[in-house]
């Protein structure tokens, strides 16, 4: 069954207004931003959960064909029966970005059952919460193989496929605060994303010459099964909402104009930018 994710994140606005002594800012109720993505084919790595799961409702929802891709393909069906209530398609892929045969196949699949890919969103990812002193190097290794190596590895098949057809794309690469700024015990996790959003600038400028745009999302803090230790006692997001300017934790649906802008023809003369939507805690004050 899905956790209540908004509702969590409202309690936890509620308890970080107690603790920070300061009015929290409900979430603005928006319309949902008008992109028109019909024609594009996308591949959203990360699909079973939490941003990924979001990501490819968000871009239905916006007319594009949509494949999802992870591990656990069971997540990926109850999210493919999902999309088929709100009459929108979306393909169940499973794949795992740690293994090229693995993605590999899942881009033929899709182009059989759907077309080539034209919109490519790296969101698949996973953190180890230890101390350096503590990691191991398959801990290391397989954050990096996950966050770092799978966002190269699925982007450069998607790439490769793309420059052969002659046809453009967009790449999304999803980063982090943490790829930005650093924090305690996760130290695999910060180097992994630091690499993601240079990486992201290394491929555009290759890339661009081929139509094909890559740029990054660094989103703040959101509940998912990722972060969600971190919304408990121990206080650490009731601490960066408070270190908020936004005052408040981010819901999905602030992510939605981001991605959707890079996914579109909107952000036509964009590439190896980094968009940050964290309610501004990157740029909050020392
Ligand atoms: N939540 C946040 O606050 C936050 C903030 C900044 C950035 N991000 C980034 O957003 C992305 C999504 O994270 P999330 O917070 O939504 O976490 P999540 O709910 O735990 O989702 C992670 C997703 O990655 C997939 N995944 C993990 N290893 C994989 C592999 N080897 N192959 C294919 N898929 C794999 C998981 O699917 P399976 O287990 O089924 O394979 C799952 O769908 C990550 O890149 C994360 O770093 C999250």
Known sequence: MERPVVSTVRLMNILSEHVVGEQVRAAPRAAPPRVDLSGKIALVTGASSGLGRHFVKVLARAGATVAGAARRLDRLEGLADECRAEDQRMLPVQADVTQRASIERALQQIEAEAGPVNVLVNAAGLSIN????????????????????GTWRASQLVARRLVAAGEPGAIINIASIFGHR?????????????????????LSLELARHD???????????????THHMFGDHGFAESMVGRTPCRRAGEFSDLDGALLLLASDAS?????????????ILNGSL
């Open 130 to 149: 230890k101390s350096f002193l503590e990691h191991e190097d398959d801990d290391f290794e397989l954050v990096m193989s996950t966050n770092l190596e």
């Open 182 to 202: 650093v924090a305690k015990n996760a130290s695999s996790y910060c180097a992994s994303k630091a690499a993601v959003l240079h990486l992201t600038r290394a």
């Open 212 to 226: 094909i745009r890559v740029n990054a999302l660094s989103p703040g803090l959101f509940d998912t099964e990722m």
């Open 268 to 280: 036509r003369f964009m590439s190896g930018s980094v968009i940050v939507v964290d309610g501004g």
